[in-house]
């Protein structure tokens, strides 16, 4: 067993996943990742995380090399953005089987790892449609609400066993999936800046450092079971639009 902290998180090849790599790598962590892609770390697996056999494979060889693991990062997820009435059922199973399944494929695999250690601590990146409602997407907000329950549910289940669960949810984040949306014309920047009281999209480093807030034992290791929103204040904000806007408008005398 080594004695360095060991951070697994999937996704890692771009946008939010690469960022909490290389914020978790410059805390010390050792790093294993799982991606569709190669990623440079220093354990990296090309798997698909909706795979049994990729994540049980994956967390052999973690457990293999390190004989610990400390933090994992269920970051890897799609988005798919299509009337409820236009999506097929292959459409709906492919989202809630990355977003969904591989979660729990991963938290069933490497949480039998932490519960025999007695400790470790899950971060599932979910999303404001994990909480709200946003049309045209009901198979990635089902599988994202999906991923808020999974994380209560083993918070309350593990939290005793010295393993804690929680998640962190964006908001829209300006990464390589943004841009794709915004490419199909699903929405523009002032949709969403329109709506945050902060007036901006999140950057892939917000939601890295909340990551490692609830990471880090030492600075909230009695957080167990929070669904973190990290979003400028969207899910908080219940004005209109002329409202929020005119507040933002709002000269300080």
Known sequence: MTGERVAVVTGAAQGIGRRV????GAEGYALAVMDQQPVAADLAVVGDVSAEADVIAFAAAVDERFGRVDVVVNNAGIAFIT????????????????NLTGPFLLCREFGRLMLAAG????VNIASVAGLRGVVDRAAYNASKHGLVGLTRTLAAEWGGRGVRVNAVCPG???TEMDEASQAEGAY???DITDHVPQGRFATPDDIAQAVAFLADPARSGFVNGEALSVDGGWNADGSWQALRLSARARLVH
């Open 188 to 190: 523009g920047d002032g």
């Open 83 to 98: 009337p409820l009435e236009e999506t097929t059922l292959d459409d709906w199973r492919r989202v809630i089987d990355v």
């Open 119 to 122: 400790a470790g601590t899950i």
């Open 172 to 174: 829209w984040v300006k």
């Open 21 to 24: 790599a290389e914020v978790l």
